[in-house]
């Protein structure tokens, strides 16, 4: 958990000086963290259920890098995701 405050503040330090954070969305992407203790094929195969396309995998944070499709509110889609209990965060 420290890791993961770690690396969001680092994400945060990092944005360039008075560059609102609404401005530091990528569009039709989002970072999803599954539940850890589900196996990754259970991460896998739950990730590729939401309807996503997989950019990367951090196996060591279990988190995943998303594209969605274009037509989609990524917000609302996001927080849709992340009401689901598997997923710590969207």
């Known amino acids: 958990m420290l ?8 994400a945060v330090v990092c944005l360039p000086a008075g560059l609102p954070a609404q401005d530091a969305f990528v569009p039709h992407q989002l970072l999803i963290r599954l539940d850890p203790s589900l196996t990754d094929a259970d991460q896998r195969e739950i990730v590729r259920s ?3 396309s ?7 944070l279990r988190m995943w890098w998303v594209d969605c499709p274009k037509q989609w509110d990524v917000l ?3 927080e849709e995701i ?4 598997r997923v710590a965060f969207a």
């Open 82 to 85: 992340a009401a689901d209990s």
């Open 50 to 52: 939401f309807g996503v």
């Open 3 to 10: 890791l993961i405050a770690r690396i969001a503040l680092v």
């Open 54 to 60: 997989v950019r990367t995998h951090y196996d060591l």
């Open 76 to 78: 609302e889609k996001g």
